[in-house]
């Protein structure tokens, strides 16, 4: 299916498009969750991934004479600045999640499936071209458009790999709705909850913050309290 992305790929971006060719450049998050949605875009930073490592990434950019910053780059993340924002273009990867690790091994990869993997929902899985084509490998377009918060793999792994994801859950449904918070769900994210204590309290500020300003922020904490989550 295709879609018209004439806000999202607006020249800024285009330009790191074209700046990272031949590499296929797509973008992906919550500017393509606006465009599905028709939602406003004037806003809206926009996200790309590329199937280039981030070294390759670098090249490319200061060949065409953009500037960059590579703060994330140990996550394969450049910040690239471009007419008057930043946008952050991001190498696919495959994460491994080893025991006693708070982070994960990364390995960069050119197949969008595995990068779509490692993500932690099924609707921030969905990957825009310039022409308006989409890989959405799990359903992201049909959740998002259902208002379903879903897991990518088996949620109680995924909450075990990451505590955050938990907090990151109660988030996306305060941005889209309770439909994904379901009572087969309830006692996964209940077992999660004590490992939300391991996390640093910058980390959890940052995702409460987000959450605080959502349209369903407040049904979403009676949600929280409902599996034992109490923050603040």
Not at 92 to 101: A, M, N, V
Not at 103 to 118: F, G, H, I, M, Q
Not at 156 to 161: C, K
């Amino acid at each position: 299916m295709r879609h018209a992305p004439d806000l999202l790929f607006r020249p800024s971006v285009l330009a790191v498009v074209q700046a990272l060719l031949p590499a296929q450049t797509r973008a992906v998050g919550g500017a393509v969750r606006s465009v599905l949605l028709s939602e406003p875009m004037a806003h809206v930073e926009v996200d790309l991934a590329t199937d280039i490592p981030p070294d390759e990434m670098a090249v490319r950019l200061r060949r065409a004479g953009m500037r960059f910053d590579e703060a994330g780059a140990r996550w394969g993340s450049l910040a690239v600045a471009s007419g008057d924002e930043v946008i952050d273009v991001t190498s696919l990867r495959e994460d491994s999640y080893l025991p006693g690790s708070r982070y994960p091994a990364v390995r960069w990869v050119n197949d969008w499936a595995l990068d779509a993997a490692r993500r932690d929902f099924t609707i921030g899985a969905i990957y825009m071209s310039p022409d308006g084509a989409l890989f959405d490998p799990y359903g992201g377009e049909a959740d998002l458009k259902a208002r379903v918060v879903r897991f990518i793999g088996d949620p109680a792994q995924r909450l075990r790999e990451d505590p955050l994801r938990l907090l990151r859950f109660f988030r996306f449904c305060g941005q889209y709705g309770l439909a994904g918070f379901t009572d087969e769900l309830k006692p996964v994210l209940a077992q999660a909850v004590p490992a939300v204590a391991s996390l640093s309290r910058v980390r959890v500020a940052k995702e409460l913050e987000k959450l605080s300003h959502t349209p369903h922020a407040v049904s979403v904490g009676r949600a929280m309290e409902e599996v034992g989550l109490k923050v603040g």
